[in-house]
């Protein structure tokens, strides 16, 4: 696209030029295309200067409304999937986890695993990068053009409460039961009632092979029945999660913990010139 600075500028209008010019830019008004007729006047002094065809300057044109719906439609799935920061898998430290599969994870950033509803599992303690990477799935799905949704599990389990009071349970499962990509995190960190783990399973088996989901925990597999207060739900609701389905484990020191250690090291060394780990 040429630079606004440097842009061609066309020779005055005759009046019947200046006419049918703005007829145009009515038409494009009224067909709604305001992104083609803001950048009507360049798309003309370009075609002009260079002597494009009547089928490139229309193409040049409709290409700016085709990209500015483009960029409509993202910013609206972005919205609806309520990602909770701009995390991406482009800025996640792979060498502070190094037992991430970077191959795999690239491997996932290409959404392929949406077309055949696999889950994606992410188990670790805390801080070591679950959250970032299932932000940042999340985000290429959006950036993709899936529809996602993220929650936590809590979160999930409050609304799913709500609803069942209110008289809304079909509604809200539907709701989750939507967007190819449902992202849950934080499944172990906070005790579920009877009733959470219960909607938890439903939505689980809404998608179960229809849609993916990306679930993070701090619990391993065999603990779910601890943390869901039932073991034969935990067992129902992770056969259906494993049956198609991608496990990253991640270990290793927590992220604020490492940043924690290196803000330490970097006062030690300003007030002491000394670089010796705190004790």
Same mark, same amino acid.
């Given at each position: 696209?040429?630079?606004?600075?440097?842009?061609?500028?066309?020779?005055?209008?005759?009046?019947?030029?200046?006419?049918?010019?703005?007829?145009?830019?009515?038409?494009?008004?009224?067909?709604?295309?305001?992104?083609?007729?803001?950048?009507?006047?360049?798309?003309?002094?370009?075609?002009?200067?260079?002597?494009?065809?009547?089928?490139?300057?229309?193409?040049?044109?409709?290409?700016?409304?085709?990209?500015?719906?483009?960029?409509?439609?993202?910013?609206?799935?972005?919205?609806?999937?309520?990602?909770?920061?701009?995390?991406?898998?482009?800025?996640?430290?792979?060498?502070?986890?190094?037992?991430?599969?970077?191959?795999?994870?690239?491997?996932?950033?290409?959404?392929?695993?949406?077309?055949?509803?696999?889950?994606?599992?992410?188990?670790?303690?805390?801080?070591?990068?679950?959250?970032? *990477? &299932?932000?940042?799935?999340? /985000? %290429? +799905?959006? !950036?993709?053009?899936?529809? $996602?949704?993220?929650?936590?599990? #809590?979160? *999930? &389990?409050?609304?799913?409460? /709500? %609803? +069942?009071? !209110?008289?809304?349970?079909? $509604?809200?499962?539907?709701?989750? #039961?939507?967007?190819?990509?449902?992202?849950?995190?934080?499944?172990?960190?906070?005790?579920?009632?009877?009733?959470?783990?219960?909607?938890?399973?439903?939505?689980?088996?809404?998608?179960?092979?229809?849609?993916?989901?990306?679930?993070?925990?701090?619990?391993?597999?065999?603990?779910?029945?601890?943390?869901?207060?039932?073991?034969?739900?935990?067992?129902?609701?992770?056969?259906?999660?494993?049956?198609?389905?991608?496990?990253?484990?991640?270990?290793?020191?927590?992220?604020?913990?490492?940043?924690?250690?290196?803000?330490?090291?970097?006062?030690?060394?300003?007030?002491?010139?000394?670089?010796?780990?705190?004790?």
């Amino acid at each position: 696209m040429t630079d606004s600075l440097t842009m061609p500028t066309s020779p005055p209008m005759s009046g019947a030029q200046a006419s049918l010019y703005q007829q145009l830019r009515g038409h494009l008004a009224t067909l709604k295309l305001t992104a083609a007729a803001e950048h009507l006047p360049g798309v003309l002094a370009q075609a002009e200067a260079e002597q494009w065809s009547m089928t490139a300057t229309l193409e040049h044109l409709l290409a700016r409304e085709v990209e500015a719906t483009e960029a409509r439609k993202l910013a609206g799935r972005l919205r609806f999937a309520s990602l909770p920061t701009p995390a991406t898998l482009a800025d996640f430290d792979f060498d502070a986890a190094p037992g991430v599969d970077k191959k795999l994870v690239d491997e996932l950033a290409t959404c392929r695993y949406l077309d055949t509803a696999t889950n994606v599992l992410l188990i670790g303690p805390p801080g070591v990068g679950k959250t970032h *990477l &299932a932000v940042g799935l999340g /985000r %290429a +799905a959006a !950036e993709a053009g899936y529809r $996602t949704y993220f929650t936590t599990a #809590a979160d *999930l &389990a409050a609304r799913c409460h /709500r %609803a +069942a009071i !209110e008289g809304r349970w079909a $509604t809200t499962m539907r709701f989750f #039961a939507g967007p190819t990509l449902l992202v849950i995190d934080e499944l172990g960190y906070l005790p579920l009632p009877g009733e959470a783990a219960s909607a938890l399973f439903q939505v689980v088996s809404q998608r179960y092979l229809k849609t993916s989901i990306v679930l993070t925990t701090n619990r391993g597999v065999a603990s779910w029945g601890e943390v869901l207060g039932d073991t034969t739900v935990a067992a129902a609701m992770l056969d259906r999660l494993l049956h198609r389905s991608v496990v990253l484990n991640l270990d290793g020191d927590s992220y604020r913990l490492r940043d924690h250690h290196a803000k330490n090291d970097a006062l030690r060394h300003a007030a002491t010139g000394t670089r010796r780990p705190l004790q």
